[in-house]
């Protein structure tokens, strides 16, 4: 299956540490998307990554995409105390409607 | 807020009971899914639909049945749920995906659901 998988499963750093998440996932993409979720609410999106892009930022996100290896990673530079949340990596399936998430990264930041 | 709500925000059900989340979207978007998101598992896919039709059926089970009236509506009917079922189940739009990819999906909050 095309599953993205988010590593670290948990991350704990102090504030105004920088957080680096990283997903891989299995097949061919047309884009990768990164998702934010605090607990027990919706998902919401940060940045969307085309396959033909190798690096995306949007405020203190930085997204990275090497498709030779099949992997993408979101660092969040500065942390705050308000990002402590789950974040989720998801890959399209080309040709359908699909979207795979991964189980996600639980990111503490510690004020 | 991300334009899409979900009613009602938490549901406790019998097994025996039949219930109806509801889902609207206020973006215009003409593609509306269902997933369902347990703990410790990585979220499902349940159902996708594109301009008021079902494009995506992710073998689910019967006693979930969705329905969408028009494109800014989507419903989940529940019947003869299991206790296995207790899930955050979430709601999401998007535009009609075109021949780059998928296009982003804007997530409600979710209907925290309990079934004893």
């Known amino acids: ?111 | 807020e991300t334009g899409v709500t979900q009613t009602p925000r938490h549901l406790v059900m019998g097994m025996t009971n039949k219930k109806s989340l509801k889902c609207e979207q206020h973006l215009g978007h003409n593609a509306m899914y269902w997933y369902k998101q347990s703990a410790k598992k990585p979220l499902e896919l349940m159902f996708v639909y594109s301009l008021e039709e079902r494009v995506e059926n992710n073998s689910v089970p019967s006693r979930f049945s969705p329905e969408c009236p028009n494109s800014s509506h989507l419903f989940l009917h529940l019947h003869t749920l299991q206790p296995e079922d207790s899930a955050l189940y979430l709601c999401a739009s998007s535009q009609e995906p075109r021949g780059g990819g998928q296009e982003t999906q804007y997530f409600g909050p979710g209907t925290r659901l309990l079934v004893l």
């Open chain 1, 1 to 111: 299956s095309q599953q993205g998988e988010e590593d670290p499963q948990a991350l704990s750093i102090q504030e105004g540490e920088n957080a680096t998440m990283n997903c891989s996932y299995k097949t061919s993409i047309n884009n990768l998307q990164w998702y934010r979720q605090n607990s027990g609410r919706g998902l919401v999106h940060l940045i969307l990554i085309r396959s033909n892009e190798r690096e995306k930022h949007s405020g203190r996100l930085r997204v990275t995409l090497d498709t030779s290896k099949k992997s993408s990673s979101l660092l969040i530079t500065a942390s705050r105390a308000a990002d402590t949340a789950s974040y989720f990596c998801a890959t399209d399936a080309p040709g359908t409607y699909k979207y795979i998430f991964g189980t996600g990264t639980r990111l503490k930041v510690l004020a």
